[in-house]
């Protein structure tokens, strides 16, 4: 499985404090039959806003300390981008806050050329209306980027009726729930709204957002709910719509 949203680099949000901490993350990953998973710490939010130098260097100190004690965890940097008014801008002039797209991915392309798409973890502040989003899809789409919604599920519009959000799937934009909402650890409403979300077919990512050890190791538990709801086409949201994503279609690297 490869798990889009995480939060495991250590002292730089609000995942784990140390690499000891974002080590047994990985532990628990693994345990539970996750092979990939992208590191996307917070970025442009008030208090939370990583850096990609910052962020490239705790990925290459984890990276290290898990080829150093054989853990079989692959860790691919990403972003989870708080959404801001310039953030097509920001984002066409900074792709480090994209998803990265495979080398493999990019054979047969033109020296200097793009992929056709690139990915961005969207979030969305609780304060804001989901009809924020149809702008912003709109200007991201113009610069060939997709943005990806994070966990839908806790949003207070989303939560009153899933119709909210439909005309941004409609139109494009792709949603993610978490394990942890899927599995009622944040309490029935998240599980209920996550529920409609991928009964009503409009979910194309289950991932953890996991800050510690536990929401870690809960993407099997949470892939084996969503197959009691969905069927089959839950195992698509762990391996195959993610693997596209960062270019890796085809193919659910070891």
């Not at 990953?29 to 590191?39: N, T």
């Not at 898990?66 to 066409?92: Q, T």
């Not at 510690?212 to 190791?217: D, L, N, P, R, S």
């Not at 099997?220 to 709801?229: I, Q, V």
Request: glycine share 10%; proline share 8%; net charge negative.
């Amino acid at each position: 499985m490869i798990d889009l949203h995480t939060h495991i680099l250590p002292g730089l949000d609000d995942g784990p404090p140390d690499l000891a901490g974002a080590t047994a993350m990985a532990r628990a990953a693994v345990a539970s039959g996750v092979r990939v998973v992208v590191a996307t710490p917070h970025a442009f939010g008030a208090v939370l806003n990583v850096a990609p130098e910052d962020r490239d260097e705790e990925l290459a100190a984890l990276r290290a300390e898990l080829a150093r004690l054989g853990v079989p965890l692959r860790i691919v940097p990403g972003f989870e981008c708080r959404l801001v008014g310039d953030l097509p801008a920001v984002l066409g002039a900074q792709p480090e806050y994209l998803y990265p797209v495979a080398a493999a991915s990019l054979a047969g392309l033109g020296p200097g050329s793009r992929p056709a798409h690139r990915y961005v973890l969207l979030e969305l502040g609780e304060d804001m209306p989901v009809t924020c989003l149809d702008t912003m899809l709109f200007r991201l789409q113009r610069v060939r980027i997709t943005p990806i919604l994070a966990h839908p599920e806790r949003h207070p519009d989303i939560s009153r009726s899933v119709a909210a959000i439909e005309g941004f799937v409609r139109n494009g934009g792709k949603l993610q729930v978490t394990a942890a909402g899927l599995l009622g650890a944040a309490g029935w409403r998240e599980r209920r709204v996550c529920e409609k979300l991928l009964r009503g077919g409009l979910v194309t990512l289950l991932a953890t957002d996991a800050h510690g050890v536990e929401e870690a190791g809960r993407l099997g538990e949470a892939l084996a709910r969503a197959t009691k709801l969905i069927g089959p086409a839950a195992q698509a949201l762990v391996t195959e719509a993610p693997a596209a994503i960062l270019g890796l279609a085809g193919s659910c690297p070891p």
